[in-house]
T-cell receptor, first 113, second 116 residues
Framework: QKEVEQDPGPLSVPEGAIVSLNCTYS??????FMWYRQYSRKGPELLMY????GNKEDGRFTAQVDKSSKYISLFIRDSQPSDSATYLC?????????????FGKGTSLLVTP | GAVVSQHPSRVICKSGTSVKIECRSL??????MFWYRQFPKQSLMLMAT?????????EQGVEKDKFLINHASLTLSTLTVTSAHPEDSSFYIC????????????FGSGTRLTVV
């Protein structure tokens, strides 16, 4: 079992829809949880990071962490065509490599006008 | 905000040659830098972690003699793919973390390597 599981999609929604992206993980040692957005052939861009269970909101984005269920989510409200990208969840824990990130496979999102 | 510059963005090389990829932190000192490889429609796979002034730590299955990492200063890390082969063609991305930051990872824009 991989440490981080993420449905690769693709996910297609109409403009204005609420998007829900999810990841599950198996290692309870993960401490920090992040969501990255990656456009084609570009490096990932940090959208949100959270540490504790609960919700964190930033504009149209809400990150949710449920440590008891080992489940994290990213919600995008009023989705726009410019939100079309691959969304990667990432988690970190301290290891011999320091705080290296473990990534999900990424979910490809397409927002149609 | 923290910016990481990665060069080149794209490189094509002949099989058997070596290619160097640079990763620079522009406005912060990066005590730790990470190198990832990403195949099409796959996740980022950590290859190695480099700490300034010490040897890199390679993940299991990554050949350290093939993927040479040098982190000679707090703002520069390089990845050299030696004796490249077509199977090394991939998207390579570096990431840097500022000191005292456990979550402040900033990524470079990536390097598309094609070995012909």
């Amino acid at each position: 079992q991989k440490e981080v599981e993420q449905d690769p999609g693709p996910l297609s929604v109409p403009e204005g829809a609420i998007v829900s992206l999810n990841c599950t993980y198996s290692n309870s040692a993960f401490q920090y949880f992040m969501w990255y957005r990656q456009y084609s052939r570009k490096g990932p861009e940090l959208l949100m990071y959270t540490y504790s269970s609960g919700n964190k909101e930033d504009g149209r984005f809400t990150a949710q962490v449920d440590k008891s269920s080992k489940y994290i989510s990213l919600f995008i409200r009023d989705s726009q065509p410019s939100d079309s990208a691959t969304y990667l969840c990432a988690m970190s824990r301290f290891s011999n490599s320091g705080y290296a990130l473990n990534f999900g496979k990424g979910t490809s999102l397409l927002v149609t006008p | 905000g923290a910016v990481v510059s990665q060069h080149p963005s794209r490189v094509i090389c002949k099989s058997g040659t070596s290619v160097k990829i640079e990763c620079r932190s522009l406005d912060f000192q990066a005590t730790t830098m990470f190198w990832y490889r990403q195949f099409p429609k796959q996740s980022l796979m950590l290859m190695a972690t480099s700490n300034e002034g010490s040897k890199a730590t390679y993940e299991q299955g990554v050949e350290k003699d093939k993927f040479l990492i040098n982190h000679a200063s707090l703002t520069l890390s390089t990845l050299t793919v030696t004796s490249a082969h077509p199977e090394d063609s991939s998207f390579y991305i570096c990431s840097a973390r500022a000191e005292r930051s456990s979550y402040g990872y900033t990524f470079g824009s990536g390097t598309r390597l094609t070995v012909v």
